[in-house]
C-alpha cells in the first residue's frame, strides 16, 4: 500500500513537472530569441485625490446612477474594492471616526476629531504629505470645520467644538481650503478673528460675502482660503453650485505649488449624508448627480496628468436607502429604514497609477496605509 502510494506520488510529480515545462515552453515560444522581457512594475502616482460622498452607500450610488439616464462617472474608474467602516466603540460609525480612520489610520469612538481611543493626537495624513514637502488641500460642501474634513488637519476629543478645530488650521500649512462655516473664522463666540491670523501666516482669504468663488484668482505665490458660507453651504437644490468649479481649481493650484513631489487633496460631498438624515430621496440624489459630475471632472484631469491616483469611497452610508420594486428606471420608488447610518460595507473606486492597491474586502483604516504606501511616508514619518 505504502509502496504504492509513494509510486503514484512519484507518477504524479512527473506529471506536474512535465506540464510545468510544457506551459514554461508555451510562454517562451511567445518571445523572439534575444529578445528580453522585464516585468512592468507600476510606477507611483506623485498626487492624490481623496473624494469622499458622506453617506454614499450603494443604494445612494445606484440611485444617482438611474436618475442620471443609466450611467455615472464612477464607470470609469479602474478597480473596485469594500471596506468595513465600523467605529472602535460601536458598529455603527459617524463621519468623524470614519475620517479619522481614512486620515490617521487609526479605528476611534464615535465624534473623535484625528484622535485614538484614548483621545491622544494621531498625525494625518494630509499633515505627513506637509512635512514631505507636498502642497495640500481639502474642499468640502459642509462647514470646512465639519467632521469629515476636519479629521484631516485637526485633533480634538469631540467633534462640535467648532472654534478650536478651526485654529487648527493655523497649526498646519495646509495650501489650500474650501468650504463653509465663516462665523468659526471670523464671528467667533471668543472673539477671535482667524481670518487675520491667516492672513498674517501668508493666506489670501475670502469669502462668499467679499468675492464670488468663480472670479477669484488662486494666486499660485499663496496659500488660499475661501469660506463659502457663514454657517453650513445650502443644498444643490436650492442653488449651490460650487464643488465642480472648487475642486478644479484646487487641482490647477496644488499642481502648480508641487514641486518634484506631488500633492494630497481631499474633496467632499457633503451632503449625500444630509440627504439621507432627512429621508429625503430627492435632496439625496441631487447631492450624488453633483458628487457624481465632479469625481468625472477629476478623472478627467487625473487622465490628463497622469501621475495622479483618484480614490473614491464614503465614510459609511446614511438612512438604509433602498430602491423599491415599484421602482422603474425613470421613476424611482424609494424607502428608508433608518434616520441615521448604517453599517453596510462601502465600495472603494480606484483610478490612476497604484489603483490596483484598492480591490479586495479591507478595514477603512487601510485607505489610510495604502495612501501612506503609495506616497512612500513610513511609519516613523
Ligand atoms: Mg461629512
Ligand atoms: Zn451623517
Known sequence: MIKNL???????SCIVLITLLACNRAIHSEVSPGQITAPTIAKSPKNIV?????GMGLGQISAGIYANGNKSALERMEYIGLHKPYAGDQLITDSAAAATAFACGVKTYNGAIGVDMDTIAVPSILEKAESHGMPTGLVATSTIVHATPASFISHNAYRKNYEAIAEDFL???ID???????????????????YLALRNKGYQVEDYFSKELLEFDFMPHEKIAYLTALDSPIPVAQGREYLGHASTKALDFLKHKS????FFLMIEGSQIDWG?????????ISEMQEFDQVIGQVIDWANKDGETLVIVTADHETGGFAIQKESTMDSLVTAFTSDYHTGTLIPVF??????????????NTEIYHKMTEVLGFSVQD
Open 350 to 363: 480606484s483610478y490612476g497609477p497604484k489603483a490596483e492597491l484598492f480591490k479586495g474586502i479591507y478595514e
Open 6 to 12: 509513494t509510486l503514484s506520488a512519484a507518477k504524479l
Open 171 to 173: 497649526d498646519t500649512d
Open 276 to 284: 439621507g438624515h432627512a429621508n429625503n430621496a430627492g435632496y439625496l
Open 176 to 194: 489650500l481650503f474650501i468650504g463653509g462655516g465663516a462665523k468659526f473664522f471670523n464671528q467667533r463666540e471668543d472673539g477671535k478673528d482667524l
Open 259 to 262: 514641486t518634484k513631489k506631488g
Open 50 to 54: 481623496l473624494m469622499i460622498g458622506d
